[in-house]
């Protein structure tokens, strides 16, 4: 197996800083906790998407987080296999990535182009056929939805509320 790498870089401006993976822990508003099992040391969020055998979960020690940009490597498949990467296409996200104001990056599905995946080689792969359910300029609904609260665990607290209302408009107080 080659160790090809995808990278997932992210503007500065969309993500107001760097980035980090934080394990999804919290308390229901009933009192109970819902604290992920696996959490990212077990089941990081993201998948690379194979010719061959279909969508494959990247694993904690080839997923690191860079300042702006996601680095998957060594890929579970060869780089000639990989048609696309996703990110939380699942209906309980155990480890979400995260922006300095701790504000969560929603699902995504994308499919690979051949500038994005590197070979050992330093090379870029050649082109790679587009994946069916991956389109090219717009996310799909991940299975059952993504719902921002199971991360928040249905517990939203006003000055949480308020913190991400300023950071969406801009630090407006």
Request: glycine share 8%; net charge negative.
């Amino acid at each position: 197996m080659d160790t090809s790498t995808v990278t997932l870089s992210y503007t500065n401006q969309s993500i107001g800083g760097s980035l980090s993976l934080r394990d999804v822990v919290g308390q229901n508003v009933d009192g109970t906790w819902n604290n992920c099992t696996l959490c990212c040391g077990g089941q990081p969020p993201f998948e690379v998407n194979s010719k061959s055998v279909g969508w494959v979960r990247v694993d904690a020690q080839s997923t690191k987080v860079d300042g702006n940009a996601v680095v998957l490597s060594p890929l579970p498949v060869p780089s000639s296999d990989v048609v696309g990467v996703r990110y939380a296409w699942t209906d309980f996200v155990e480890c979400v990535l995260q922006n300095d104001q701790g504000l969560v990056a929603t699902p995504f599905v994308r499919n690979a182009s051949a500038a994005s995946i590197v070979t050992p080689q330093g090379e870029t792969a050649a082109a790679t056929a587009a994946a069916p359910d991956a389109p090219q300029t717009q996310s799909l609904s991940p299975v059952m939805g993504f719902n921002s609260w199971n991360f928040y665990h249905c517990n939203s607290k006003f000055d949480c509320v308020l913190r991400v209302l300023q950071v969406v408009l801009g630090g407006v107080s």
